[in-house]
């Protein structure tokens, strides 16, 4: 069913960076499907790169929704946090061979 979209929602769907809306939904099923694994396997990789991708998630929410730009410093903090979850989570695995 076609319904009309509100002024809110045309102007949501124009301002909308491509790039950021696809990142986020890419890391939304990342996360999903990290947990997924985790639960499935036990495997604490998973559960790592599932907590980093959705630091990351988190920054592009942030973004999307604009309450903040990209340059701003709690969305690199949380990047950073995420890139840093991630790394752990290999050096971690590198280690337990």
């Not at 499907?33 to 639960?39: E, S």
């Not at 604490?44 to 998630?57: I, K, P």
């Not at 929704?65 to 290999?90: E, M």
Request: charged share 10%; glycine share 6%.
């Amino acid at each position: 069913m076609i319904t009309q979209l509100t002024i809110r929602e045309v102007y949501f769907l124009m301002a909308v960076d491509p790039t950021t809306l696809m990142n986020f939904i890419f890391g939304i099923i990342i996360v999903i499907l990290g947990f997924w694994v985790f639960r499935l396997k036990k495997y604490t990789l998973a559960l790592y790169v599932a907590l980093g991708f959705g630091l990351f998630a988190i920054s592009w929410l942030e973004i999307l929704l604009g309450a903040t730009s990209s340059n701003n410093i709690s969305i690199i903090l949380i990047r950073a946090l995420g890139y840093l979850v991630v790394i752990f989570a290999l050096f971690r695995e590198a280690i337990l061979k």
